[in-house]
Structure formats: C-alpha cells, structure tokens
C-alpha cells in the first residue's frame, strides 16, 4: 500500500518557535488529515482538509495542501513543550470511507 | 468528540497463547472499525477494515488465520492475535467510524509476547 513520505523525520526546536512538518503522498485523496501521537498512546486527531481546499487553521495549527505536488504541511506556530509529539499525516484515498494510510511520521522535541 | 475505547492498553502473553483485543465506540455506532499495528517509531500499518456483520477484509501480507477480527455489533469489535510469538509484540491501535463521520481512534494496546 502506498505510504506517505513525511520530512523532517525529527525535528528540534525551542519553545516559541514555529515548527513546519511536510507530508507528500502519491495517489488521489478524499482529504488528508494530521494526527499527534504522544509517546505509547493512542492518537489525536487535530485537523482534516479535503481535497478541494488549500489552507486549514485551527488554533495555533495551519495545514495547507497542494494537490498538484501532492503534498501537504503542518505548521505549529509559538511551539510550546507540550507540542512535543510524533506527528502524522494520513491521506484517506477511499472515497471518504475513512481507510487511513500513514506517513511515516515526523518526532517533534519542543526544547524549553 | 466521540469516544472509541480499547482494552487492554498493555498485555504481556507467554508464546503460544492467544490474545484478544477489544474495540467499543462508546457514544456511536460503528458501521466500519480498522485495526492498525505499530512498530516502535515507525509509522501505522493497517492490518484489516472490519463492517458490522460481515467478514473482515485484509490487507496484503496480514494472516488471517493469526489475526482473527470479529466485528458482531455496531460498538465492538474485537481483534485476536492466536498462537502469539515474539516478534507480534507490538502496538495495536483500532479506529471506528460511523457512516458520514471520521474515525475515531482508541489509546492502544501494547502487545509484549515473552
């Protein structure tokens, strides 16, 4: 199955900081989502942007996609150490039903 | 939100045995459950997508016969790892979605097979 390729794959930052994740991806999408995964836990779903939108805001979170590079990226912005996390896109190529296909992640260390 | 709930969150089985891991959509009903494994820092792979009442459908390289997925209501679904060895230690993380609306992910379970 294909898998979303996800740089960086580790990322370090201060606090304050904005930190950018980018996703690429290689077939055609319902939508494309992001997840946070704490280490050993389950996931948290933080936002979905379909495929006929550009740009997504929720809070400190801004998530673009671009279709024609098929790729997306997530941008936290005032980085802040409980934002250290493992970070996941996931594209749902099913026709919304949901079937998720994982990047490979990116691990987020927010430095205080 | 929604809340998918799963049991156990860890689990240590000797080999051989067989373990079963519960899915529950608490607060909805699940028309589709997905079951997805997790090596340590690697990514999610999906192991099977499960409708309510009907057989479970598998993804290439998952063994059907050693992960036995039963989806017999509209709140659970359950996954058994049989005759578990070493090497199916890993996390295993469900979702569940009703029809029109996202899915909804549980805390996982960690699988250790000693």
């Known amino acids: 199955s294909q898998q979303g390729e996800e740089d960086p794959q580790a990322l370090s930052i201060q606090e304050g900081e904005n930190a950018t994740m980018n996703c690429s991806y290689k077939?055609?999408?319902?939508?494309l989502q992001w997840y946070r995964q704490n280490s050993g836990r389950g996931l948290v779903h933080l936002i979905l942007i379909r495929s006929n939108e550009r740009e997504k805001h929720s809070g400190r979170l801004r998530v673009t996609l671009d279709t024609s590079k098929k790729s997306s990226s997530l941008l936290i912005t005032a980085s802040r150490a409980a934002d250290t996390a493992s970070y996941f896109c996931a594209t749902d190529a099913s026709q919304g039903a949901q079937k998720l296909v994982f990047g490979q992640g990116t691990r987020l260390t927010i430095n205080p | 939100g929604a809340v998918v709930s799963q049991h156990p969150s860890r689990v240590i089985c000797k080999s051989g045995t067989s373990v079963k891991i519960e899915c529950r959509s608490l607060d909805f009903q699940a028309t589709t459950m997905f079951w997805y494994r997790q090596f340590p820092k690697q990514s999610l792979m999906l192991m099977a997508t499960?409708?309510?009442?009907?057989?479970?459908?598998?993804e290439q390289g998952v063994e059907k016969d050693k992960f036995l997925i039963n989806h017999a209501s509209l709140t659970l679904s359950t996954l058994t790892v049989t005759s578990a060895h070493p090497e199916d230690s890993s996390f295993y993380i469900c979702?569940?979605?009703?029809?029109?609306?996202?899915?909804?992910f549980g805390q996982g379970t960690r699988l250790t097979v000693v």
């Open positions: 499960s409708n309510e009442g009907s057989k479970a459908t598998y």
């Open positions: 979702s569940a979605r009703a029809t029109g609306l996202s899915a909804f």
């Open positions: 077939t055609s999408i319902n939508n």
